[in-house]
């Protein structure tokens, strides 16, 4: 239990070993410290797990492994006379936790975690890792307080959206992120798939999207690495890498506007029917944005059909992402197709238009069994209460929709867009939302699923940049997601956080140390 400890020894014992504190992230809903002494990790630990708790269990052993080097065993009952360290992973008997809620319980004699669920158990196996550190006065030996903790998070859609439109992610990084986010509790990966930059999706029955529109044009002298698509193969295992961890993944296929992309490999599906290369963000310069599904042609909704069926049989998420937002409606006033569907459904605002093409988009999605999702500037045709609404542009567009009977994310770029720089949006500002508004109603309240941060990589694109971006912030929102609403105190959290840069170091995450 000696080897390869010298990094994670100075780490650990910033904090004095006897101290009754902790770093856990988020915090935990109650912790009660015993007065047992520690639970020393001496090999072999076993860990006993209870039937639909053996992914868990085999997941907790291979973290103990690669990041403590403890020699792990999973066995089917634990016999104290052949020694070795205890953790029982189990269903709590009166199935009392809540749902993702655990219990966990550690002494001298081992480590009790239960649960209600299989990822109330995950999420208990992530406390107790973040609860280990090394005793000095024994070498470094790695040990875990003695302790009785009780959590469960605050809200059930605590989400992160990654831009893969402006900038290709690479499969791999899309994998250390599901496993940063799984370690702190998060559930929710919002994959944004489509945008004016790029079709980031294979789409069998309609191969141009990838074929033509996955690429940015060769005169925007673009890093290779930059363009690209999934296959439906590699994003179903991203799906099952994902779901071992607890995290579903959301994707996003923006409609009508935001669509250049999809609009270069089918401009017959566009009201200029223009054919406008894929160019990053900012060099649209000089180029007519071509960026708007025709609204009056039936091909668009048939393009819509042959997408969203595949999508929908990819993505076992109950959610699919509809997009929505900045749609410019001038070119639909410009458009006589467009303009004689107006006449037929007898509406006479670009705004009721838009309102017709994303419930006829969405129907594939409820016909699939699932609900569809969009942002905020929807609410203003007052879209079907089907849709789940997320609020990015401020708070207030949350509120109206809460009002108006929606269920809501909320999203702000306030306080959640972490593309933004640290000048304008600091670790601190994160810490400090609140996704409630104060005039809220119980039954309003009831219908704010939770929060969720997004970044979008056309500023910064390289992943060393993408994590300096996120870390530390996102810090703040995994706690904000989780922990009950009076933990505001930011000084304390800013000091669990220094304790996390261990995790960084171990991640391979390049964090914005100014900022902890």
Known sequence: MKRNQTVLFFLFIVVPFF??????????????WLQSAPCY???????????????????????????????????EE???????????????????????GYQLKVDSKGCLITASDPVGAFYGCNTLLQLIEADPEKDGQYCIKSVDIKDYPRFGWRGLMMDCSRTFLSMDYLKKTIDRMAFYKLNKLHLHLTDDQGWRLEIKSRPKLTSEGAAFAASSLEPENFSGYYTQQQMKELIAYAAQRHVE???????????????????ELSCSKLKVPVYPLFAFE????NDVYCAGTEDT??????????????????YIHLGGDEVRTQLWKECKVCRNKMNELGIDSEVLLQRYMMTRAAENVLSAGKMPICWDEAIEGDIGKDWIIMAWQEQEKGRIALQKGY????????????????ATTPTRKVYSYDPVPPDATEDE???????QANYWTHIDRWESRIDYQLFPRVLALYEKAWSEETVVDYDDFRKRGKQHKLWFHYFGIEYNGNDM
């Open 407 to 422: 269920q809501v994310v909320m999203t702000p770029t306030s306080h959640l867009y972490f593309d933004y720089s640290y």
């Open 445 to 451: 309240k009831s219908r704010i699923l939770g929060i």
């Open 78 to 100: 634990y016999n104290e006379k052949e020694g070795g360290t205890l953790i029982r992973i189990g269903q709590d008997t009166d199935r009392s936790h809540p749902t993702e």
């Open 301 to 318: 909704y048939v393009f819509f059909k042959d997408v969203l069926g595949e999508v929908a049989r990819i993505f076992p998420s109950p």
């Open 19 to 32: 101290a009754q504190q902790h770093a856990v992230i988020p915090q935990p809903v109650d912790i009660t």
């Open 249 to 267: 993944v959301i994707p996003e296929i923006e409609a009508p506007g935001h669509s250049s992309a999809a609009l270069y490999a089918y401009p």
């Open 286 to 289: 000089g180029e007519r944005l």
């Open 41 to 75: 990790l001496s090999d072999p630990v076993k860990i006993v797990a209870e039937k639909g708790f053996l992914s868990e269990a085999v997941l907790l052993a291979g973290e103990l492994e690669s990041r403590f080097n403890c020699w792990v065993v999973l066995v």
